[in-house]
């Protein structure tokens, strides 16, 4: 699969885990079969606001190596290389590289609050050297910038970036960033719950931690947005809003998704300190939102 190709779902895994803390990597294992069965694109590993810095470098490894190995070409696999100091990142690359990842996903420095210049001229000296592909994560929330489409276009000369998941919540950022950047860079949708909005706005894709849950409504979502079907779409919407919607606002949405997913059988163990656990009534109002989406076979 070529570079070109890397646009559509790009569901993003749980780290499920044993009783003792050990990594499940036959549930990751069975998850990524799942997805892929559904018809995503893509898998993004240790997504930035997951329980990747909970990870020891070893995990990391066993984690990246078990998802290429389960994907063996059907969809690529991106891997999440956060650190504070370009050159850790750049450390990041090139393992996710040597454990098999088609291509990465960066963000700025975070906690330090750095103005867009400043954080753009640190993600240049990265992409300048990288040997994979980068995706650029634009999630103000949590970095404290916020890269708006002008910053990010002074990234193309890189010649490694190959998309942006927008997560701003601007209303027009999409639309904005396929103006500035053109069709060299892929723009994916990083909020769940305004997916259908970026598709509409010429979103090229969507990565999607609610794709791990829900992988065919989500996978057929983007695909009626991309045929231009945007009546079934909308119908596809009016259902799957809602427990997008649960999944995105709760700050405890890792656990919800694994609580969730371990209720319905794919047991995933607990969420790794220090992330928060739903409360019970969140688990019990998403499955039974669940249940009513499924009671739509169309939305299945």
Known sequence: MSQQTMRGVF???????????SQNIDGLVAGVNNVIEAGVGGVLCLGATGEALAL???EREAQVRAVVEAADGRAHVVVGCMGYAPPKVSELIRQAGQWGADAVMVTPPFYGGLEPDSAVAALHSIMSVSDLPVMVYNNPHSTGTDL???????????ETFWSVKETSGAASRVRELRAELGDEVEVFVGADGIALEGFTQGASGWVAASAWLLPRPCQRLWELSRDGNWVDAVDLWDGLASPLGQIEDSP?????????????????????????????????????????????????
């Open 11 to 21: 569901a993003v895994p749980t780290t499920p885990f044993h009783e003792d803390g």
């Open 56 to 58: 020891s470098t070893q």
């Open 148 to 158: 708006r489409p002008e910053h990010l276009a002074t990234l193309l000369d890189t």
């Open 252 to 300: 405890a949405f890792i656990s919800l998704i694994k609580q969730a997913l371990s209720r319905r059988g794919a047991e995933q163990g607990p969420v790794r300190s220090p992330l928060p656990t739903a409360p019970p009534e969140a688990v019990e109002a998403l499955l039974a939102t669940l249940e009513e989406l499924e009671r739509k076979p169309a939305h299945v």
